[in-house]
Nanobody, 115 residues
Framework: QVRLVESGGGWVQAGGSLRLSCAASESIVSLDVVGWFRQAPGKQRELVAYITSGGSTNYPDSVKGRFTISRDNAMNRVHLQMRSLKPEDTAVYYC?????????WGQGTQVTVSS
């Protein structure tokens, strides 16, 4: 079982930047896809970024051009660089990894963007 732990959340003014990190308990090479989801109060959890083992990335239009996902396989970490943050980005952000059989989730980290 892979354990994932997020860090880097906090409070930031609109237009600012944050970098989220996800530490994995074992090599993330074993995960086919890693990504970030977010969930705002009263809203469904939504995908904000993912990266495949082959390096392909995907972003929804809401964050495209502002967020960048990356993998550091040597350090067993996944990062989400967020810039030009907007109040609508406020949510709990969750790290996710998909293995051959199972999905793994972190506990989440709060991101709050004030206007």
């Amino acid at each position: 079982q892979v354990r994932l732990v997020e860090s880097g959340g906090g409070w930031v003014q609109a237009g600012g930047s944050l970098r989220l990190s996800c530490a994995a308990s074992e090599s993330i090479v074993s995960l086919d896809v890693v990504g970030w989801f977010r969930q705002a109060p009263g809203k469904q959890r939504e995908l904000v970024a993912y990266i495949t083992s082959g390096g392909s990335t995907n972003y929804p239009d809401s964050v495209k051009g502002r967020f960048t996902i990356s993998r550091d396989n040597a350090m067993n970490r996944v990062h989400l660089q967020m810039r030009s943050l907007k109040p609508e980005d406020t949510a709990v952000y969750y790290c996710n990894g998909r293995g051959k059989r199972d999905d793994y989730w972190g506990q989440g980290t709060q991101v709050t963007v004030s206007s």
